[in-house]
């Protein structure tokens, strides 16, 4: 069972993380979006057995795309330490970083060092491989106009490692737009996807595998999209989503959440379900709303 204090504590990790964005931790993080939906409480409303269901905020259309203040090639990966402002440049790889294909090998265009930040940055075509995440990172108002292989990777090693993805939007990803191989916590807020495979994805064949917390709150999917989140729930995995918004997908074809069994053998993984369990796949029906 975990202790209060170890919840209060993984709270402040997100929160310093998110410190870096000027705003508070409370401002995109609540105690119901880090407990299971069953446990959660929406408009004072519970959404456990024999609570009546919480209302999700009606959909509205995804705020407009910025303006690249500018174009800048990127011929090798792009180290970052401290804080990087792109100023709304757009950053497009050339050279050996000039492919948006999917192969797994491609370098990134930036590389962050645990603590870095990176922000006010569009990512044109060629993306090579997007951004990586040696550890813990914030990435601020990042936009990706076509993913190539990953949007961004997050590799951390350490349990305690906070990815925060603050802002921005990706589009034309035909796979996944977060890798999740490392360990630690992944907070996607205030982020927008359309035309993708997956938002965000645990890694389910690593060689090195750790369980992996992922927070999805406050963010706008437009279709066509496979799924929002996938997860190893075998490797004790938990993905929660909250106000989550679903953009032109009248047949509810994108999934939510999807549970795999996850190897590090490298073979494909096998997907053992959907929808959520209050375990694994934390939200209510309430937490996903359709227009």
């Given at each position: 069972m975990t202790s209060h204090k170890r919840k209060t504590g993984r709270r402040r990790a997100i929160a310093g993380a998110l410190g870096a964005l000027g705003v508070t931790g409370a401002a995109v993080l609540t105690t119901s979006l880090l407990a299971p939906a069953g446990a959660a409480t929406h408009s004072g409303a519970g959404t456990g057995a024999g609570a009546a269901p919480a209302t999700a905020r009606a959909a509205a259309a995804p705020a407009a795309w910025p303006r690249a203040k500018g174009t800048e090639p990127v011929p090798a990966s792009i180290p970052v330490s401290g804080t990087y402002d792109g100023k709304l440049k757009r950053f497009h790889g050339t050279g050996e970083l000039g492919s948006d294909g999917q192969g797994e090998s491609q370098k990134p265009l930036f590389v962050l060092a645990d603590g870095a930040v990176l922000k006010n940055v569009i990512i044109g075509t060629p993306a090579a491989d997007g951004v990586h995440c040696l550890g813990s990172c914030t990435l601020q108002n990042v936009w990706w106009e076509n993913v190539g292989e990953d949007a961004a990777s997050f590799k951390g090693t350490s349990k305690s490692a906070v990815y925060a993805v603050y802002g921005g939007g990706a589009r034309g990803a035909s796979d996944k737009v977060f890798q999740f191989n490392g360990a630690g916590k992944l907070v996607v807020t205030k982020f927008q996807v359309a035309d993708f495979g997956k938002l965000v994805r645990s890694c389910g064949n690593c060689k090195k595998q750790y369980p992996r917390t992922i927070l999805v709150n406050d963010v706008d999917i437009t279709a066509p999209g496979s799924s929002i989140v996938g997860v190893n729930a075998n490797y004790g995995d938990?993905?929660?989503?909250?106000?989550?918004?679903?953009?032109?997908?009248?047949?509810?074809?994108?999934?939510?959440?999807?549970?795999?069994?996850?190897?590090?053998?490298?073979?494909?993984?096998?997907?053992?379900?959907?929808?959520?369990?209050?375990?694994?796949?934390?939200?209510?029906?309430?937490?996903?709303?359709?227009?």
């Open positions: 938990t993905a929660t989503l909250r106000n989550v918004r679903i953009h032109g997908d009248a047949k509810k074809k994108i999934k939510p959440c999807v549970r795999f069994t996850g190897n590090n053998t490298g073979k494909e993984p096998k997907e053992i379900g959907t929808g959520p369990d209050g375990t694994t796949c934390r939200y209510s029906a309430g937490d996903v709303s359709y227009d």
